[in-house]
């Protein structure tokens, strides 16, 4: 399966720029679905692991702790 080494609260870059500009989110929960929180006002969003792959674009801030 296409892993792309992304654990819980680590900071991702993904492919589309939210409205406002941003483009961190902290990934919350791992799973069948992934879900992520906006690091700019707080919205959270699922989505389904393959979508959140294909959709991510880098790791922006990797988890020191190893907690994912």
Not at 22 to 46: A, P, S, T
Not at 52 to 67: A, L, N, R, W
């Amino acid at each position: 399966m296409g892993e792309k080494g992304f654990g819980l609260d680590e900071v991702v870059e993904m492919k589309k720029r939210d409205g406002c500009g941003g483009n961190g989110w902290k990934v919350i929960g791992l799973g069948m679905d992934i879900g992520i929180k906006w690091e700019g006002w707080g919205q959270r969003v699922m989505m389904g692991r393959r979508d959140f792959e294909g959709k991510m674009k880098k790791i922006v801030v990797k988890d020191e702790e190893g907690s994912g």
